[in-house]
């Protein structure tokens, strides 16, 4: 323990807390000093900082679910005073609930928890897996969360697009963390630390993004000892080694750890053997193959030095790669890789926590279809950085800092429909500064975070102001109402058109300049001048949280996001982007891209119930999605009215040795596009030496009201049976078994118009993992 003087009003008390076992970091611990109001909640690197104490002689607690509860001595001699302390928690064989709940209660009271769900590996267990526990699948329980499908399926938070949806990953941008089966993401559950999902009304520190942001944070590896882990399945494998380059030791030396994770599906192989039945019932193109052409490597690597004072810094990259082939149909390949460094440090003198970041990622992809001559395809690379002050004033804690972001890209779309072709070489520059304040009143009744960022679009020349709030006000220990609302704004697009059915090609591009000129900003205006190129929208959230017993928790969110200026493919376009056209034809008819505005509204109730060996979540959404091109109103494909998931677990046995998890899902129908009649469809391009009467041209339909008619409903059972022994010191084998879609519920994926036929998601399919770790 250390006492440093300054010329601070009050003294501080703060350290880190760190597992004994492993040396990482105890997330989100519970620290107070006993009988008084004094009280700190561990952020994601385990530090914790108690400002304002006055003098005298304290007890230090700290509480974590399922370690011991550590007492320490401390006191407090002078008003200038820093005490620094650095705890370790051994694991319990008792679960002291009683402590651990007040400490929970108390940190519902002091953060705003607006919008938001923090998800950590062991909840992600909770979830039936299929395959192997990962992010992907649980995502898809979220409040506000629409998934579109097994193949290619991408995540729509509370009616954002994926391109509208920020991914972080220890603060380097992942544009794409998904697999072309939905069924995974490209991180290993096993070296997820902590990931935080904004679904709506995020704080001034997340921008360059509209709808949500997902913050995800890695460990940094086994500091005490080398240990690993080995899984197979009937999907594919994984690996990961972790352990101490420079052992950590309690007295405060230095060390250095490190993680590698990598993970591999073999799924075009297996899926012949045990699920020779599930490509011909789910294969979009019919070509007679009779395997799940699904293929992917990732490879992830971490290094970790840790200072004696907590002050850190970690080395990190990675490379994701993925593959489709529909033989003779389409194929679809793509690749992300990055690297980047991340810091931490306590200065010796201050009350400051500063930590920043700088990384580098590039995202590829290629498709080539036998309906379109030319591959299109995708890259956007760029690097990002930053830095982030703390100041932790008492009950007010500052929040400042400052981001940098540059990107390229190299966009060659086409569609093969409706004249679309998009090429675009770019480069684009951001910096912003942000500044957000918390306020905590003496009685934990109130909590207040306004905040303000300004961010500088410098290629296109804009500069976005952008307030925001959010706020919670306890009007009893059981009972609180928050909210929170923000104006947002982003530069990236996607073109992807929403008449893609199997959307495996997912690409970027810059704010486009063939855009029309003039738009309606809604229904019966009158056309008002294009003035920037912006992606805007506005948010608004409020809901409440209540305790209603001893252990149910309920949670409700009602929200509106207002996208006040979007960009979208133009599904209207006739003719070439050339002076031949433009000017003599009106822009929806001759440009790319079209300008839309449009809103969603809904809410979503959550229930909680935990209570010793059984677990049940609980999550109704619904949401009302309604976009505006110019020329007519229309629900977006992703609009889905109403969703229902059920998650429950039970362990068998009281070591839980022995756990059982089931997952319903239930969702109403998607929109879709209905036919209206069928023609003829001739290759006119060489009209001058072609012989009209003798051609055969290919079967084309005619589109009926856009998006007016709603698929069947959806649902979908899975189930998992899971084993955990040890086999002797640090040695164990867990065994899961399961199966995705128990009932063999045939939900409707796509619907070929020219063959008449239907196709399915993925139909029933058992599965078995075993993992062994030591």
Not at 13 to 23: A, S
Not at 582 to 609: A, L
Not at 683 to 696: D, H
Request: aromatic fraction near 14%; charge should be positive.
């Amino acid at each position: 323990m250390g006492a440093i003087c300054l010329t601070a009003q009050n003294a501080n008390v703060r350290g880190f807390i760190y597992t004994k076992d492993n040396g990482e970091p105890a997330l989100f611990t519970n620290v107070y000093l006993k009988g008084t109001n004094y009280a700190a909640v561990t952020d994601v690197n385990g530090f914790y900082s108690i400002s304002k104490v006055t003098k005298g002689d304290y007890t230090l607690v700290a509480t974590y679910l399922g370690y011991d509860t550590i007492f320490m001595k401390v006191s407090i001699t002078s008003v200038n005073q820093i005490v620094n302390e650095k705890i370790y928690l051994n694991k319990s064989a008792l679960q002291l609930t009683e402590v651990v709940a007040t400490g929970e209660q108390q940190e519902k009271k002091e953060n705003t928890k607006v919008a938001v769900t923090r998800i950590d590996p062991v909840e992600i267990k909770k979830l039936p897996s299929i395959g192997q526990p990962d992010l992907a699948q649980y995502l898809q329980v979220l409040p506000g969360v629409t998934f579109t499908g097994d193949q290619g399926g991408q995540l729509y938070i509370r009616g954002g697009s994926p391109v509208q949806n920020k991914v972080l990953l220890d603060g380097m941008i992942i544009y794409n963390p998904f697999h072309s089966i939905g069924l995974f993401s490209v991180f290993d559950n096993d070296i997820i630390k902590n990931a935080d999902v904004y679904s709506a009304g995020f704080g001034a520190e997340y921008g360059g993004r509209t709808s949500s942001i997902m913050d995800i944070t890695t460990r940094d590896g086994n500091k005490k000892r080398l240990s690993s882990k080995v899984s197979v399945s009937t999907f594919g494998a994984k690996a990961l080694i972790e352990g101490p380059m420079v052992k950590l030791k309690e007295d405060g030396k230095t060390s250095l750890s490190f993680i590698v994770s990598g993970k591999t599906s073999y799924l075009p192989t297996t899926s012949k053997w045990f699920y020779p039945y599930a490509e011909q019932m789910s294969n979009p193109y019919n070509n007679g193959q009779n395997n799940l052409p699904f293929s992917y490597n990732d490879l992830y690597a971490k290094m970790s030095l840790n200072s004696t004072n907590g002050s850190k810094i970690s080395l990190f990259g990675f490379d994701f790669n993925d593959k489709v082939n529909y033989s003779g149909i389409a194929s679809f390949k793509w690749n992300s890789v990055g690297g980047g460094a991340n810091f931490l440090v306590i200065p010796t003198g201050n009350n400051t926590l500063i930590e920043g970041n700088f990384a580098y990622s590039q995202y590829q992809i290629t498709e080539q279809t036998a309906t379109v001559t030319q591959p299109s395809s995708s890259l956007i690379g760029g690097f990002n950085g930053g830095f982030k002050f703390t100041n932790f004033l008492g009950p007010v804690h500052l929040v400042y800092g400052i981001e940098l972001q540059g990107y390229h890209s190299n966009f060659d779309f086409h569609a093969g429909y409706n004249n679309i072709e998009v090429t675009q070489l770019g480069n684009s520059t951001e910096i912003a500064g942000y500044l957000k304040l918390k306020y905590v009143s003496r009685n934990k009744k109130l909590v207040l975070e306004p905040s303000f960022r300004l961010h500088e679009y410098a290629t296109l020349n804009q500069l976005s102001p952008e307030p925001r709030f959010a706020g919670k006000y306890s009007f009893t220990d059981k009972f609180r109402f928050k909210a929170a609302a923000g104006i947002y704004s982003q530069n990236l697009m996607s073109a992807n058109s929403d008449q893609d059915v199997v959307n495996l090609f997912y690409g970027f591009l810059f704010s486009p300049d063939n855009i029309q000129s003039y738009y309606k900003p809604k229904p019966g205006a009158d056309s008002i001048p294009v003035t920037g190129k912006l992606q805007r929208a506005n948010h608004i959230v409020a809901g409440f949280e209540f305790d209603l017993f001893k252990h149910i928790e309920v949670n409700v969110e009602a929200y509106q996001k207002n996208f006040t200026f979007l960009t979208n493919a133009n599904r209207y376009k006739l003719f070439n982007s050339d002076p031949q056209h433009i000017g003599y034809y009106p822009d929806s008819q001759v440009q790319d891209f079209i300008v839309e505005t449009g809103y969603v509204r809904g809410f979503d109730v959550t229930v909680k119930y935990e209570k010793n060996r059984f677990y049940l979540w609980t999550v109704y959404s619904y949401m009302y999605n309604q976009r505006w091109d110019g020329i007519q109103s229309y629900f977006p494909i992703f609009d889905r009215r109403n969703n229902l998931n059920i998650v429950a677990t039970y362990g068998v046995d009281k070591k839980k040795h022995w756990e059982v998890s089931a997952r319903w899902n239930f969702g109403t129908g998607f929109p879709f596009t209905p036919t209206q009649g069928y023609y003829q469809q001739l290759n006119l391009s060489n009209y001058m030496n072609v012989n009209v009467p003798q051609q055969n041209g290919q079967l084309g339909y005619v589109a009926g009201p856009l998006f007016s008619q709603r698929l069947p409903m959806y649902h979908r059972l899975d189930i998992s049976v899971r084993y955990k022994c040890s086999l002797k010191d640090r040695v164990f084998i867990e065994i899961n078994g399961g199966c995705t879609n128990v009932y063999n519920r045939g939900n409707i994926f796509y619907f070929n118009r020219v063959t008449y036929q239907r196709v399915n998601q993925l139909p029933i399919m058992p599965n078995l993992n075993i993992t062994i770790g030591f």
